[in-house]
Every structure is written in structure tokens, then in C-alpha cells.
Antibody, heavy 123, light 107 residues
Framework: QVQLQESGPGLVKPSETLFLTCAVS?????????WGWIRQPPGKGLEWIGSVDQSGSTYYNPSLKSRVTISVDSSKNQFSLKLTSVTAADTAVYYC????????????????WGQGTLVTVSS | EIVLTQSPGTLSLSPGERATLSCRASQSVRSRYLAWYQQKPGQAPRLLIY???SRATGIPDRFSGSGSGTEFTLTISRLEPEDLAVYYC????????FGGGTKVEIK
């Protein structure tokens, strides 16, 4: 059974950098899928952040691209999100997810999701 | 960017009724690369449909997807109390965007 678990600080100060990690179990991160991050501000809809594959190839949401880095560590079977210069608008539940197979490139539906972690940006 | 508009915003129906949810795209969605998700309160989204009409693993056959181009539909043939949720469409043919969601309420 594929399982994903997000971890990282629940509180980040404005202008600082948000770091989150997603640990994958029950499936090898090197099996050919892309792995992505999606976020959801409290009471609002879903926003795709970006995706990475085992080789480190990435796709990013154009609106966040200048502040986002997604990386993969196959030896630890995990991938990570870095978001710089955060503001209150970045307060959200952050989900990591496994992308499916029947798509093109790094933009795909997500078939397994973590439970999500709330990150609040506040001083 | 492809903008997805979902309607209605809220759907209130009784158990056993048919629910029809709409997702309209601002441009044609390439290769029918459209998915539907169900998100129950306090939970992560769950994939229901991908490729516009393919059911994900373990999804009951009362959920079905259809459409192409700019018009897509999610149908729940016989609503059950546990279908209370927000439903999102997502296109992944040109970058990746989500619709704003349709909330399904059970009377």
C-alpha cells in the first residue's frame, strides 16, 4: 500500500523559507512516476505547486515558479519542497502526492495523497 | 492558463437521487486530460476519475465521468449519505489547474 507522509515546521515567519519533506513508503520513488505538491488555503480550493521525478526533472506552477524548488532523494525514498519569501498568502494545508501514469510529462492527476500538513505564516 | 469553472457551487439532493456536476474549461483540454476528486471534510482529496471517464481503483461504479473539449461532467447515479463532500475537477493537459469545487449536500 502506497503511503505518503508530510513533515516540517507548522509555523514559518514572513519573508522566511518554508521546507517540507514527503516520506514515501510501500512504493519506490524511482519507479517512474512524478511526485507532486499541492496546497489548500483554509476554506479554499486546491492549488498545484509542482512535481519532480526520480531524475530531478521538475515542473512548476508558473505563478510560483520563482519561489519554488522541489527536489528528490531516492536513497531516502522522499522528496522535498522549498518555498522562499513566504507571506500570509502562503498559509495553507500542504499535500504531497504521487502522480499517475496515464498523462504527459510532469503534469498529471494524483492517485495517492498524504494526509496534509498545515503551515501557518505568521510572526 | 486554462481556467476551470465548476457549477453549481452547491448541490443539495436526497439519498438515491442523481447528481450531475459540471466542469467547463476556458480552452479545450488536450487528450481529455481531466480528473475528478472527492474531498470529505478534514480529509485529503481522493481521485475518482482520470482521463475524463476512467474510474480510479476502488471507486464505485455509481461515479462516472464524461465529456471532451471544454465541457465535462461527473455523475453520481444514486447519491449515498457518504457522498457528502466537495468535488473538484482538474486539467493536466496544459500545465495543471483545478476548478473551484462543487459542494454536495445530502438532504
Amino acid at each position: 500500500q502506497v503511503q505518503l507522509q508530510e513533515s516540517g515546521p507548522g509555523l514559518v515567519k514572513p519573508s522566511e523559507t518554508l521546507f517540507l519533506t514527503c516520506a514515501v513508503s510501500g512504493y519506490s520513488i524511482s519507479s517512474g512516476n512524478y511526485w507532486g505538491w499541492i496546497r489548500q488555503p483554509p476554506g479554499k480550493g486546491l492549488e498545484w505547486i509542482g512535481s519532480v521525478d526520480q531524475s530531478g526533472s521538475t515542473y512548476y506552477n508558473p505563478s510560483l515558479k520563482s519561489r519554488v524548488t522541489i527536489s528528490v532523494d531516492s536513497s531516502k525514498n522522499q522528496f522535498s519542497l522549498k518555498l522562499t519569501s513566504v507571506t500570509a498568502a502562503d498559509t495553507a494545508v500542504y499535500y504531497c502526492a504521487r502522480d499517475g501514469r496515464y498523462c504527459s510529462g510532469g503534469c498529471c492527476y494524483s492517485d495517492y495523497w498524504g494526509q496534509g500538513t498545515l503551515v501557518t505564516v505568521s510572526s | 492558463e486554462i481556467v476551470l469553472t465548476q457549477s453549481p457551487g452547491t448541490l443539495s439532493l436526497s439519498p438515491g437521487e442523481r447528481a450531475t456536476l459540471s466542469c467547463r474549461a476556458s480552452q479545450s483540454v488536450r487528450s481529455r486530460y481531466l480528473a475528478w476528486y472527492q474531498q470529505k471534510p478534514g480529509q485529503a482529496p481522493r481521485l475518482l476519475i482520470y482521463g475524463a471517464s476512467s474510474r480510479a481503483t476502488g471507486i464505485p461504479d455509481r461515479f462516472s465521468g464524461s465529456g471532451s473539449g471544454t465541457e465535462f461532467t461527473l455523475t453520481i447515479s444514486r447519491l449515498e449519505p457518504e457522498d457528502l463532500a466537495v468535488y473538484y475537477c482538474q486539467q493536466y493537459g496544459s500545465s495543471l489547474t483545478f476548478g473551484g469545487g462543487t459542494k454536495v449536500e445530502i438532504k
